[in-house]
């Protein structure tokens, strides 16, 4: 498996504009997460899916941040309007349920630059 | 609600030292730790997952204890390599929330020089 795939891998933009990152989970994961990592405050839960559907989006931000997963295999994470504080890198990750917990498998994430 | 930290935020080693990077969370009900490594621009990788029923795990030149009643954890790294350079993160996973609720300390930098 090619292993969890992120898009695009750069992306700057100006202060207002809609952004949208992609994420292809590991084929048979049945979770999704997506996070972001700041210098400030590390690596923080945005949201996170089962089987497609939202379970937890307490981490959103706030309304300007949207998340959607259609299938399996395409999830998208939506900024608008998008703020320089909005500068991160974000990263997905994926796993499968097992008791106890299973490891998350990450992406090499999308750094965003806002200005 | 969890806090995870992680001391020193960065260490340099001469190559083939031993190490200790530490670990500590406040809520000792957790699922499990894990330890992952990120290199610069790149994803997370996990090292090593302790269930909370177990005290060590290991894989090669890594071993990692888990201490739940004193809420602490340590990675030893073992011949340091300078391909060992890295940041490690550590995470736990707790009870309170569900597989999502993965809380990350902010990580040691590693830099290991020949």
């Known amino acids: 498996d090619a292993g969890v795939i992120q898009s695009p891998r750069h992306e700057v933009t100006e202060m207002g504009q809609e952004v949208t990152l992609r994420c292809k989970p590991i084929s048979g994961h049945d979770y999704l997460f997506w996070y972001r990592q700041t210098m400030m405050r590390g690596l923080e839960l945005l949201i996170y899916f089962n089987n497609n559907v939202p379970i937890d989006d307490s981490g959103m931000p706030e309304d300007r941040f949207s998340a959607k997963m259609p299938n399996a295999s395409f999830s998208t994470l939506k900024i608008q309007p998008s703020e320089p504080r909005d500068s991160a890198v974000y990263f997905c990750?994926?796993?499968?349920?097992?008791?106890?917990?299973?490891?998350?498998?990450f992406g090499p994430g999308t750094r965003l630059l806002v200005l | 609600k969890q806090e995870v930290t992680q001391i020193p935020a960065a260490l340099s080693v001469p190559e083939g030292e031993n190490l200790v990077l530490n670990c500590s969370f406040t809520?000792?009900?957790?699922?499990?730790l894990q330890w992952f490594r990120q290199d610069p621009g790149k994803g997370l990788t996990s090292l090593l997952l302790i269930q909370s029923s177990q005290r060590e795990q290991t894989s090669g030149r890594l071993n990692a204890s888990l201490d739940k009643s004193s809420g602490r954890s340590t990675l030893y790294i073992a011949a340091s390599q300078p391909g060992d350079s890295a940041t490690y993160l550590c995470a736990v996973l707790d009870y309170g929330g569900s597989q999502g609720n993965l809380i990350f300390g902010k990580g040691t930098k590693l830099s290991v020089k020949p």
């Open positions: 809520d000792s009900a957790i699922y499990n």
């Open positions: 990750a994926s796993s499968f349920f097992r008791q106890g917990g299973e490891t998350q498998y």
